[in-house]
């Protein structure tokens, strides 16, 4: 069963930045494509950012692209998250997700389409 853990949130002010990091545990990590999503409180889980496995593509949503970059490391068995110029619209909790993919170049942006899901790492950015 693969697991995920999220870790590098926090409580920051408005315009600072965050690195996000994700462990993918009990699979072999360059066959998974890897997402990020966030969720505030009352809304629905929202697509941030994806990278096809073993990097061959990556996409963002359109309000982040910019100021976010997912990168992964499939030696460490981690994916990051690059978060600069935070904005209190960016308070969440964030989750990093995977799915076996399909090719090198697929990447996904809807969460029904991964599998494994991890806890969710905080994220609160004060004006």
């Known amino acids: 069963q693969v697991q995920l853990v999220e870790s590098g949130g926090g409580t920051v002010q408005a315009g600072a930045a965050l690195k996000l990091s994700c462990v993918v545990r009990?699979?072999?990590?360059?066959?998974?494509?890897l997402g990020w999503f966030r969720q505030a409180p009352g809304e629905e889980r929202e697509f941030v950012a994806a990278?096809?496995?073993?990097?061959?593509?990556?996409g963002y949503a359109d309000s982040v692209k910019g100021r976010i970059t997912i990168s992964r490391d499939d030696a460490r068995g981690k994916v990051y998250l690059q978060v600069k110029s935070l904005e209190p619209e960016d308070s969440a909790l964030y989750y990093c997700?995977?799915?076996?993919?399909?090719?090198?170049?697929?990447?996904?942006?809807?969460?029904?389409?991964?599998?494994?899901w991890g806890q969710g790492t905080q994220v609160t950015v004060s004006s």
């Open positions: 997700a995977a799915v076996l993919g399909y090719t090198d170049f697929t990447y996904y942006i809807v969460p029904g389409a991964y599998r494994y």
């Open positions: 009990n699979g072999r990590m360059s066959d998974y494509a």
């Open positions: 990278v096809s496995r073993r990097g061959g593509e990556s």
